[in-house]
């Protein structure tokens, strides 16, 4: 079985005081961590490693670290220790934050050509595919038009049916399955398992226990940082729920 990636003692720590990380989420982090120093382990020591056709679960509180890791996966954050070690013969496409790379003052048809060769296809292989990504998106009417006039929904809409349309060989997604209403959520779930299905490796941040115990065949449980347990989805799930009082 091939390594997708593969983590030794990987450890991220962001500055509290670091304008470039006031946001929601980091605050969540420094108040779950409850430390009083002026660094926050976001990632703290980590060894892991997940194989081809792997799919994984990433679960814990706000601020336990999940976000961070998958964005170490990417290469979007590079750690300040260890060293990761990802399979550069793999296609790898991320879903951490939808619409990243849009540029407003274009129309959806042309940020699909532009998001479609930023993420490695060339130009032929997305006109090939523009008429299903924009069915999927549900924006036939709105195609053409500037996507800075388009709603959140209708941004988060496009990006999710331009990144899963052609099959990547590795998708990481970090809770992006609220991208509309019931029906297009349905849709979207969809399209994961069927990516799932065809051999696509998967890793997935979301509070959605149920969707991850029922389609992951691995889950990873974070606390401050740090990997709690790694294993059997039902178990890991069941020890988290209980640890958190949550009603089984």
Not at 120 to 147: H, N, Q, T, W
Not at 202 to 230: A, E, P, Y
Request: charged share 25%; glycine share 8%.
């Amino acid at each position: 079985m091939k390594t997708i990636f593969e983590l030794k003692n990987v450890s991220v720590n962001f500055d509290k005081h670091s304008i470039s990380h006031k946001t929601l989420r980091y605050a969540l982090a420094v108040k779950m961590n409850g430390h009083s120093s002026q660094k926050i382990s976001a990632v703290d020591n980590i060894n892991l490693v997940i194989n081809d056709g792997e799919n994984v679960g990433l679960i814990g509180r706000n601020g336990a670290g999940k976000s961070t890791l998958l964005k170490v996966l990417t290469g979007v954050i590079t750690p300040q220790s260890g060293t990761v070690n990802r399979n550069t013969g793999k296609h790898i496409v991320p879903l951490i934050e939808l619409g990243i790379g849009f540029q407003p003052d274009l129309s959806g048809r042309e940020n699909c050509y532009l998001s479609g060769i930023l993420m490695g296809y060339r130009k032929d292989e997305i006109e090939a595919r523009m008429d299903d990504i924009i069915k999927f998106s549900e924006l036939e009417d709105f195609i053409d038009e500037p996507v800075k006039n388009y709603s959140s929904g209708m941004y988060a809409r496009l990006a999710f049916a331009i990144a899963t349309d052609v099959k990547p060989d590795v998708l990481l997604v970090d809770e992006v399955f609220g991208v509309g209403d019931e029906f297009f959520m349905r849709k979207c779930i969809i399209r994961m398992q069927k990516l799932m299905k065809q051999g696509s490796t998967t890793i997935f941040v979301s509070h959605n226990l149920d969707f991850l115990v029922t389609q992951c065949n691995r889950i990873i449980w974070l606390d401050k940082g740090k990997i709690i347990m790694d294993g059997d989805p039902e178990e890991t799930a069941g020890v988290y729920r209980l640890s958190e009082g949550i009603a089984v």
